[in-house]
């Protein structure tokens, strides 16, 4: 019964993520499926991903498929078919062939660095691994900030399962106590807001219903996790619900960077 969350290009991505808190910014990532829950023989659901002003309207940019990861219900991964990039939003289709629960997830892990040489200010932009012979020796006034980035969503053909829900331990990741396709309004249910798989507590979440293009007032939750990540939300209508956790700060994997670590989801509540 409900949904989750990815990137634009490279550049846009990291600047959206070193900018202020994703949640107060005007352009927002997401994904959004035809479906997240299902019967019958043969399930197909088309999912659209973009970012824009206004959630699920494309009005700004699509997002790019290069950090796409989908989890089957096995927990092997499975590929996605027919994507299509547009002006304003990316689509493609996935087949749920066996019954059960899919994570549908787009992933970046990048590092932005500013030095001087020479009296020169230079930059640089890469993967993790390339860090180390990036940054010319004799540079000066290093700054290193370490981005992460996790948008996903889920659906589920026939009864949820869990296998495609656990933690990989990298970056803020969100971990279901409640199934996430099994979310009614009315009723409140239970996340875990994980940082490198260890509880992340004291984390801003925001909560936001789609369809605020329609309402003077947009609706927005501002929840914080408790000590132990736990994270409570109690739905007060049906619909597609975006959620958005940033966390700046804390030891990063790379040593000597600042860290950045973003969670982006959609999930769908249905009626009681």
Request: charged letters at 20%; proline letters at 7%; hydrophobic letters at 40%.
């Amino acid at each position: 019964m409900k949904t989750l969350l990815r990137p634009l290009c490279a550049a846009a991505a990291l600047t959206a993520m070193l900018a202020a808190p994703m949640a107060a910014q005007a352009h927002r990532q997401w994904m959004l499926p035809s479906m997240t829950v299902m019967s019958g023989n043969d399930p197909w659901i088309t999912v659209d991903a973009a970012v824009s002003n206004d959630l699920f309207i494309f009005e700004h940019v699509p997002m790019r498929l290069d950090g796409l990861v989908i989890t089957g219900p096995d927990g092997a991964a499975v590929a996605h078919q027919n994507a299509a990039t547009g002006k304003y939003r990316t689509t493609f289709d996935l087949h749920l062939a066996k019954p059960g629960t899919y994570r549908i997830a787009s992933v970046g892990d990048g590092v932005m660095a500013s030095y001087k040489l020479g009296g020169e200010q230079k930059r640089w932009r890469g993967a993790p691994a390339e860090l180390a012979t990036a940054i010319p020796a004799g540079a000066t006034e290093v700054k290193i900030t370490h981005s992460q980035r996790r948008i996903e969503t889920f659906a589920t053909a026939g009864e949820p399962t869990t296998e495609a829900l656990k933690p990989t331990g990298q970056g803020l990741e969100l971990a279901p106590i409640t199934h996430p396709n099994d979310l009614v309004a009315g009723e409140t249910a239970q996340f875990r807001l994980l940082l490198d798989g260890q509880p992340a507590a004291g984390v801003e979440v925001a909560v936001i219903r789609g369809g605020g293009r329609y309402r003077n007032d947009p609706g927005e939750m501002s929840l914080t996790t408790a000590a132990d990540g736990l994270l409570e939300i109690t739905w007060p209508e049906p619909g597609m619900y975006w959620m958005e956790a940033e966390l700046r700060g804390g030891k990063s994997p790379i040593e000597g960077a600042e860290r950045m670590a973003v969670y982006v989801g959609t999930l769908e509540v249905l009626p009681d």
